[in-house]
């Protein structure tokens, strides 16, 4: 550096010793010391403010009560809660009582359903779709004739009112009865002739014949009287006896053999005498069937 570039430059003096600062404090720091100072702390100040109190919480409304639900609405899901307590109402509600059944259960509900089936099958009495209740009586259809009665030409109201047929049996033969006019007292009387199956019900039914002898008096104590006589000769004091009606009304009385009166066990012939009004009937044959021919003959 030259004489002509130095610059004068001035020393500064020495601080006071300790300072510890190599350099006199600034103009007017310690004035500012001295004028200023730190504000005194007031009484509320001093305490803290005492918090504001709190907004009260806002209160939750009461929930609404439930409109009632419209039908057109689709119900609401089954909750996991009703599910559990079987309460649910979809499909689950079925399924969840039968799952809750116990296995006895069934078996029980299986015993009591058997049972009644077979009361209801042994009350009926059968094994089969095809067999008979018990109690039920079955009847037998009505024997039909096989052949046409004789042809028996022009005659007399009784003549005529003799019947061609008798269940199985047909008319074969029809002739005067002499004896029964001459004897008996009888205006007019036949003997007719009836042929056919003896039992109709049997595998191999024999062929049986009834001879019958009809005869009109004059009026019903007089055929009454004569039938009398006759059941005696012909039937005996065994007779089963009892009262002959026609569609509710009483017309006369007969006199059956006993051996006929149980057709099971029947064999041989027998007779039967019955009057209806005037006429007077005896019918002798198969003591099987006569019975039954004594309630189709039709006088």
């Known amino acids: 550096m030259t004489a002509g570039d130095a610059t004068p430059t ?36 001093a305490e803290p403010a005492a918090p504001e109190p709190a907004a009260p919480e806002p209160v939750a409304p009461e929930p609404a009560a439930p409109e009632p639900a419209d039908d057109s609405e ?16 979809t499909a689950g509600g079925l399924g969840g009582l039968l799952r809750r059944v116990p296995w006895w259960g069934w078996v029980l509900a299986a015993l009591v359903i058997a049972g009644a089936v077979a009361a209801v099958w042994l009350t009926q009495g059968g094994s089969g779709p095809g067999a008979t209740p018990r109690g039920v009586v079955v009847t037998a259809s009505a024997p039909t004739p096989s052949a046409s009665p004789v042809d028996r030409g022009e005659g007399s109201e009784l003549h005529q009112a003799i019947p061609g047929t008798v ?4 008319l074969t033969a029809l002739t005067p009865e002499s004896a029964w006019v001459a004897d008996r007292g009888a205006i007019e009387a036949y003997t007719a002739v009836y042929t056919g199956a003896a039992d109709p019900l049997s595998a191999s ?5 009834y001879t019958v002898v009809v005869g009109q008096w ?5 055929a009454a009287a004569a039938a009398e006589g006759i059941a005696d000769e012909s039937v005996g004091a065994q007779a089963v006896t009892g009262e002959v009606t026609v569609a509710g009304a009483t017309v006369g009385k007969s006199w059956i053999s006993p051996e006929a009166s149980d057709s099971a066990a029947a064999s041989g012939d027998a007779t039967a005498v019955w009057t209806n009004g005037t006429v007077v009937i005896s019918a002798t044959g198969p003591a099987s069937d006569l019975k039954r021919f004594f309630d189709g003959y039709g006088l």
């Open 205 to 209: 039914p024999a062929v049986g014949t």
């Open 218 to 222: 004059a009026t019903a104590q007089e």
């Open 74 to 89: 689709p119900a609401p899901a089954a909750q996991e809660g009703d599910a559990e307590s079987g309460h649910d109402a």
């Open 10 to 45: 001035t020393e500064a003096p020495a601080g006071p010793a300790g300072s510890g600062h190599g350099s006199a404090p600034e103009p007017g720091f310690k004035a500012l010391l001295r004028t200023s100072s730190i504000p005194a702390r007031t009484s509320e100040e």
């Open 167 to 170: 269940n199985q049996d047909v």
